[in-house]
């Protein structure tokens, strides 16, 4: 029962920074039709940017923060190459971002070399029913948590959220109201970089992070964003959090080797099976 627990709490933490990847995909998906391939590349730059700046002197907590920042930059930098010019397709801003991702490996080998990477995290571990779980894990769970309720005031209260979910319904309808769609996009973006590089900076401590691993970790924030239908936050969050508990429960009790090949196969069959529920209502319908 024990190692049930830490491969479920070590599960749930692994899945709320695959969820913080995903949601940024989802984000930048309902906003500007793209599907932003080098939203790995923005928990990679967050996290090796908070482990150099923590390597500096810096605390821990600002040196976090800051990554946070960087990553949003370079996710606004990144959206302004991407659909930053008026009438680019959904499809080429695609491909843009894919090259972009590509050649962030230059930049990234260039500032930090090709060696996997990783900072301190809370040392400090609780227990629960004679399970001893790491505290930072927690953390990851809290910050998740918190996280997911901002975006949800952020789409539900204000205004800024309200003008993102218009151009999502309607980009044409957004614009003759007076919504700058190309913004909307660009702020998408900028979240969809901060929602990454939070997750490099909380992922960190548990995983080294290197220049090219924005693979593993798009390809597991894509399955979960899929899940979502590529617009339901809240639906990436749950496929995320299947996910990483799968993926925890397959390393625990079997081989780590297929951990990631066995959490995407049932991700897969969740989704067909998704799809099979929806084609059947749709028949029904018609």
């Known amino acids: 029962m024990s190692d049930f627990l830490v491969y479920l709490i070590t599960g749930l933490g692994t899945g709320c920074g695959i969820a913080l990847i995903g949601s940024g995909l989802v984000l930048i998906h309902r906003v500007t039709r793209v599907v932003n391939f080098a939203q790995g590349t923005f928990a990679v730059v967050g996290a090796l940017t908070a482990i150099s700046l923590l390597d500096t002197g810096l605390p821990h907590g600002l040196a976090e923060v800051l990554g946070v920042v960087v990553a949003a930059v370079v996710g606004l930098l990144f959206g302004m190459i991407a659909i930053g010019r008026r009438g680019t397709s959904p499809q080429a801003a695609l491909m843009v971002t894919l090259g972009l991702g590509i050649l962030a490996y230059a930049v990234e080998v260039m500032l930090w070399g090709d060696q996997g990477r990783s900072s301190e995290g809370l040392a400090s571990a609780v227990t629960v029913s004679g399970a ?6 927690l953390l990851i769970i809290g910050v998740t948590v918190a996280v997911f309720a901002a975006m949800a005031a952020l789409f ?3 205004d ?6 218009a151009c999502s319904s309607n980009p044409y309808a957004a614009r003759v109201v007076g919504i700058s769609v190309t913004r909307m996009g660009l702020i998408a973006f900028a979240i969809g970089g901060a929602l990454g590089g939070l997750a490099g900076v909380l992922l960190a401590p548990m995983n080294s992070m290197a220049f090219d691993s924005d ?8 399955a979960a964003a899929v899940v979502g239908s590529m617009h339901h936050i809240g639906r990436t969050l749950a496929g995320a ?5 799968a993926e925890a429960m397959v390393a625990g009790y079997g081989s780590a080797t297929y951990q990631t090949v066995v959490a995407l196969g049932l991700v897969l069959a969740l989704m067909i099976g998704q799809a099979a529920r929806t084609h059947s209502v749709v028949a029904e319908a018609g």
């Open 132 to 137: 001893r779980i790491q505290t930072h894990y």
């Open 156 to 158: 539900g209260r204000t």
């Open 160 to 165: 800024a959220g309200k003008a993102l979910s």
């Open 215 to 222: 693979v593993a970790l798009i390809i597991n924030g894509f």
């Open 241 to 245: 959090l299947f996910l990483g508990v």
